[in-house]
């Protein structure tokens, strides 16, 4: 009985030495993927900081680059090094331009001085992007200060509107930033400027026939095809940031429980979609066009047309579909190096070129390829008549994007490029480098892996990634709500020894875990 009992004893402690070793392993494992990607990133920082010659500081400074992404930045990890490179050198690019003034931090969009912009080297054109991008860091609580100075300060003492100098997406990128971070109070005490901004933009942009007009230079897309620095065109691109805005606002009116405001964005969103629909979508060529101030619509498709999907804002009808086969068709808007800001059919494409002037009328620009990434991602996860176009073209356009930030063969962002060899137009100028004028890593992160932030204490995840193009990746040190998250795709099981499959970790521990990539929700309770 004694010896049954020793036997027992030693077969129970054995168990538990056994356990003891697999969490210990499991202990050292973690550490050492944190570590390789630590050495990664490192890797990745020492090459970007040995191209530059840090001609303007702001308050990142080269030299502590790395510890500021490490300590902020979701770290990614996957087979296409042309993404994951672009991926860090996005980030560190992002925090060359965090700026530190009197009024605030700002996030620039030139890293040099220019002559248009206001206080401190600001610039609304890119605002909504740059929201959506910095939404993702671990501490973006300075993307309040950068909402309030456009908010309240940007205008003070300046001789012209400088919020309203260029179209803007603030309210629905507000939104999207607290789906993120939740921060119902910050809200709250915005919500009656955000309508107050709204009456300003119909005073000043609000046609007789109800819709949204824009010079296309205030739209940041001058010497386009069909717009004009003098004309009141009707276009797709301003009229859809009004609409995404309405339906914010109704949104945040009705987290604070303001019935009132909710009824009315609700009702105003309705309205101004009904409006576009009628008035901008082309039925004989399928696709949303530019009206002009005599009531036509423009001939030319341009990729502006595709900015309605971004706010999720045609039908779920087949008609509407049909505008996306203009994406890979090589006289649509298919080029080597990317998409085109028009159709490549159009008859005047780059002709405006005198002295790279910056033309929109065929040159490709990052600002539009990230906003046509999105609109097709949220076509082909949320439209059921998707037809015509899959994954692969998503990918195909994530992957081109990628590769498009080179010059001299090191990492490079710029202006705007030509669209077959990829020559940026503005060449090295220095006030054209590190141009902050687009998303990147919002688009890996919320696009291609597909993470949708959500109202609700739930992670909603809808990867595009085709099947069979990577066997493998991971996002970690991912900030969502307050939480910790990690994600892996692993075919095999044996890239990141945590099984086969897709998992997810909240907080260290393991939420989630199923064989395929696909969709699924996260409960974060």
Not at 126 to 135: P, Q, S, V
Request: charged share 25%; aromatic share 14%.
């Amino acid at each position: 009985m004694k010896a049954t009992n020793d036997f027992l004893m030693i077969t129970k402690e054995i168990k538990i030495y056994t356990i003891s070793l697999f969490l210990l392993f499991c202990s050292f494992s973690k550490t050492d993927a944190q570590e390789n990607l630590a050495k990664k990133l490192q890797t990745y920082v020492q090459e970007f900081n040995s191209n530059d010659n840090e001609a303007v500081i702001n308050q990142i400074p080269n030299k502590g680059a790395y510890e500021w992404m490490v300590a902020n930045i979701p770290l990614l990890d996957c087979p296409d090094k042309a993404i994951e490179q672009t991926y860090y050198f996005r980030w560190w690019s992002y925090r060359k331009h965090i700026k530190s003034s009197p009024e605030g931090t700002l996030v620039t969009e030139f890293i040099e001085p220019v002559k248009h912009a206001g206080k401190y080297n600001s610039i609304s054109c890119a605002l909504g992007h740059h929201l959506y991008e910095g939404r993702w860091l671990k501490n973006n609580t300075f993307l309040k200060e950068y909402i309030d100075f456009w908010l309240y300060h940007a205008d003070k003492g300046q001789s012209k509107p400088r919020f309203h100098q260029f179209s803007s997406w603030l309210p629905d990128a507000l939104l999207a930033y607290y789906k993120v971070s939740p921060d119902e109070q910050y809200l709250k005490e915005r919500l009656s400027d955000l309508d107050l901004d709204f009456k300003q933009w119909e005073k000043e942009r609000k046609g007789e026939n109800a819709l949204f007009w824009q010079y296309d230079v205030q739209d940041g897309m001058e010497e386009s095809v069909s717009g004009g620095r003098k004309v009141h065109n009707m276009r797709p691109s301003i009229n859809s940031y009004m609409y995404g805005n309405a339906v914010a606002i109704a949104t945040i009116a009705k987290l604070v429980e303001n019935s009132s405001l909710e009824k009315k964005y609700s009702a105003y969103a309705k309205s101004l979609r009904t409006l576009i629909l009628d008035s901008l979508w082309d039925k004989e060529d399928q696709f949303f066009k530019t009206k002009l101030e005599n009531g036509t619509l423009h001939h030319t498709r341009e990729a502006i047309g595709y900015i309605p999907w971004y706010f999720q804002l045609p039908p779920d009808k087949a008609q509407y579909g049909k505008a996306w086969l203009q994406l890979p068709d090589t006289a649509g808007f298919n080029a080597p190096w990317g998409t085109t800001t028009a159709e490549r059919r159009e008859p005047t494409f780059r002709t405006r070129g005198t002295g790279h002037s910056c033309e929109w009328d065929g040159a490709i620009w990052p600002f539009t390829s990230s906003q046509t990434i999105r609109g097709m991602a949220n076509y082909l996860n949320t439209y059921k008549h998707n037809k015509g176009i899959d994954a692969a073209d998503l990918y195909e356009q994530i992957h081109k994007y990628a590769k498009s930030h080179v010059m001299n063969g090191k990492p490079y962002i710029g202006e705007y490029q030509d669209e077959k060899t990829g020559e940026w137009l503005k060449g090295d100028n220095p006030r054209s480098k590190f141009y902050n004028h687009s998303t990147f890593a919002d688009v890996i992160i919320q696009d291609l892996i597909g993470v949708k932030p959500q109202i609700g204490n739930r992670l909603e995840i809808k990867p595009l990634i085709p099947k069979d193009q990577w066997a493998y990746f991971s996002l970690t040190q991912l900030t969502y709500h307050g939480k910790d998250v990690a994600l892996y795709w692993d075919a095999t099981g044996k890239q990141y020894q945590k099984g086969k499959g897709f998992t997810v970790y909240v907080d260290g521990k393991k939420a989630f875990q199923q064989k395929e990539l696909k969709n699924c929700q996260v409960n974060l309770n």
